[in-house]
Every structure is written in structure tokens, then in C-alpha cells.
């Protein structure tokens, strides 16, 4: 099955967003598990919830992928922003552990002026408090476009990170590969996708890819700027987004789009991706 779909708003309740998902043909969703800018959110509503996971069930919609809010830093040197970090991700993994088979992507954030391998330490010790506590919901690190002092802008930052965590992130820790952030990264996933997806196996594991962000890039390869296009309006290109949704490697993985749209923009792309699936 081509699991597809896209980042939908979570404001109008957990049940109404699969709704929509099915609406427009999508069969997997992301959202936001707060304000993406001020990191607020309502009560959990676990009547919602539960009307969401019946809905997932009768509809087949899932994985479900929660994206933490962009305020947060689990790299940074204050240790009030990274504390505020470790609170949000723990209340966020409490909320998911109501939702089955539910996974959690975060950006590993900004080292500002310490040092990578300072900001590497900030986010295993966050995320090894997080690996304690007894959840079903994978862990996410997404791969960036490298811009300013992000971590994570090339694989061998994100695996030293799963490493550094030890035992624990065995089955808990995985990767959501962003097609935009990579080729911005200077990964030439358009000119040579086997040779990135071989690179990504030797130093990380094929195994710990668990979830494609699927977007086309607005300012192309190694470019670092992390900006979307929608697809097959920006650099990256239809050719190679139908290579990627179509590769023997990634096929089976739920791809979620992050493209510049509303929702209807969104069913037009499920269903131009649709058509495109070999």
C-alpha cells in the first residue's frame, strides 16, 4: 500500500483531522502537537482521542506522525530552554501514548555557539531521560538542511546521536529522512538517490529510516536554506520525487507532505502522487 499524506491542522480536534485526511485521500497524518511558534495546546480531549483511533481503524489511516513545535531546542546552552525542551517532549510523548503505533518527529536543534559535539551531549542526555520511560511511540530525528549551527545536517550527526544514547534507543530512536532538507544539505538525492540511500545504510542503518517528509526544494541542492516547494515546482524536481516514492528502498515507508498548501492543494498532490506510483 502507498501510505500518503500530509501535515493537517489539529485545531478543530484529533477526530475532525481524519476526517479531512480521508477527504483528500490521505491514508497517514501530521500534526502539530502544539502551536508550532508558542508551544501552547488545549487539554487532551480522550473522548476525541478515542474517536480518532476508531476513525484510523475503520478508515486504515496510519502511522500517525506528531511534529514537535520549532520552539524548542534540546541542543541550546541555557539550561531553561533545555529544560523547557525535556517538558514539552515528555508531555507530548504522555498525549501520544494514547494514540497506537503513534511516532514523534522533532528538528535536534541549534548549537548556537558551543560547539557540535557539545549540542550532541545536550540532546542524548534530553533524549535518554525521554528512552526511560516506557512508550510505544518511536522517537524521530530529522535530518536538516544544515543551515546556521543546526544539528543534523548530515548523518553521521544524527547517528553519533542515536550511538551516544546506548541500548535503549534500539527500538525507540529512528530517522524521518526530509527530502528538501537533504538535497539543501548537499545530498544529491536527485542525481544519485542509490548513492545516498547506500550512504545513509553504512553510516545509520536502512532500518532506522522510518518516515519521509516529501517536499520539492524552493533553492535546490546544497543550498542549506530549508525551504519548501510544492511538488514538482522547485528544484528538486518531479523526475526525482517519482524515483524517491517509487524506490524499492523507500516504497514502503508513509511519506507525509510539508509543502507550501492548503488542504485541497494537498488532495491534488495525493492524488497527482497517486498517479505516479509505479
Known sequence: MFKIGCHLSITGGYAAMIRE????????????TRNPRGGTTKALDLSDVEEFNRLAVEYSVGPVLAHA??????????????????????DDLMRLSHIPASMYNFHPGCHVSQGTEIGIGHICGILSRLLEVDSHTVILLETM?????????????????????????????GVCLDTCHVYDGGYDIAGDLDGVLDEFDSILGLERLR????????????????????????????????????????????????????????????????????
Open 145 to 173: 538542511a544544515g543551515k546556521g549551527t543546526e544539528i543534523g545536517g548530515c548523518f553521521e550527526e544524527l547517528e553519533q546521536i542515536i550511538r551516544k544514547c546506548g541500548s535503549p534507543s534500539a527500538d525507540k530512536l
Open 21 to 32: 485526511a480521508v477527504g483528500i485521500g490521505a491514508n497517514v497524518i501530521q500534526f502539530f
Open 211 to 278: 518516515a519521509v517528509h516529501l517536499n520539492d526544494s524552493k533553492f535546490g541542492f546544497s543550498s542549506h536554506k530549508d525551504r519548501h516547494a510544492c511538488i514538482g515546482e522547485g528544484l528538486l524536481g518531479m523526475e526525482a520525487i517519482v524515483r524517491i516514492i517509487n524506490h524499492p528502498k523507500l516504497r514502503d515507508l508513509p511519506f507525509y507532505l510539508e509543502t507550501p498548501n492548503d488542504v485541497p492543494g494537498y488532495g491534488r498532490e495525493i492524488a497527482l502522487l497517486k498517479s505516479c506510483r509505479k
Open 69 to 90: 513545535p520549532y520552539t524548542m531546542n534540546p541542543a541550546a546552552a541555557k539550561p531553561d530552554l533545555r529544560d523547557y525542551a525535556l517538558s514539552t517532549m515528555t
